[in-house]
């Protein structure tokens, strides 16, 4: 019985990711980002830093819905509309904590590494704990919706994040060391994959998924 509630939730979960319209987003997001951070590193312009913000800012705020008026677009007509169910308060708390949890375990871990090995060394623990936040949340969505796609980009995150930021101690440029460490590359690496499968995913799914065509009365 287990097993049948556990597949069907997995059912409703990989709803959302099945048209891979969220992975073109995020793909996109991360890509273009990627490009303001090294963009950024590589000049002395202030106003280079507050496009960078407003982009991550409105990247955020506004995926949700771009996400969903594609999806009135393109999946809805084919497949309907599947309202999720709203988290209860214990599992919005269970959430939150968890959060502030990671949160807090990342900044001593950062703090620790400023403090006995310096900037540079806090700067490096702070982007490889990004890197492995980054896969956890892929995995974590890989694992909720048994989906295989979400494993790669879970997989990649991690091992982009961590020869990305290695490859920082052999690269003379300042300004290319900070951009990585930053995320530019992993971010980059990510980004290309997740628009890649997005594009595959939603080109299968428009094919297996004719627009159902409202009969004449």
């Excluded at 106003?47 to 771009?66: C, D």
């Excluded at 594009?199 to 004449?216: D, F, K, M, S, V």
Aim: positive net charge; proline residues 2%; hydrophobic residues 50%.
């Amino acid at each position: 019985m287990n097993d049948i509630v556990r597949t069907s939730e997995q059912r409703v979960q990989r709803y959302w990711t099945e048209d891979g319209i969220p992975d073109l987003y995020v793909g996109l997001f991360f890509v273009i980002y990627a490009a303001l951070l090294w963009w950024d590193a590589h000049t002395d312009s202030g106003w280079v830093s507050g496009i960078r913000s407003t982009a991550l800012v409105l990247g955020i705020v506004l995926g949700h819905f771009v996400v969903q008026a594609l999806k009135a677009r393109v999946t809805y007509p084919r497949t309907g509309y599947v309202k999720y169910r709203t988290p209860t308060g214990r599992e919005t708390a269970q959430r939150l904590v968890a959060a502030l949890g990671i949160g807090g375990v990342m900044v001593l871990a950062v703090l620790a590494g400023l403090m006995w090995g310096g900037d540079a060394t806090g700067q490096m623990v702070a982007a490889f704990l990004a890197s492995l936040l980054l896969a956890a949340l892929l995995g974590a969505m890989a694992y909720q919706q048994a989906s295989r796609r979400y494993g790669v980009y879970a997989v990649l995150a991690l091992i982009g994040g961590i020869l990305t930021n290695l490859a920082t101690r052999q690269i003379a440029s300042a300004a290319a060391r900070n951009a990585i460490l930053n995320g530019a590359g992993v971010l980059t690496i990510v980004g290309v994959a997740m628009f890649a499968g997005g594009a595959w995913t939603l080109n299968r799914y428009l094919r297996t998924h004719p627009q159902i065509e409202e009969q004449p009365v």
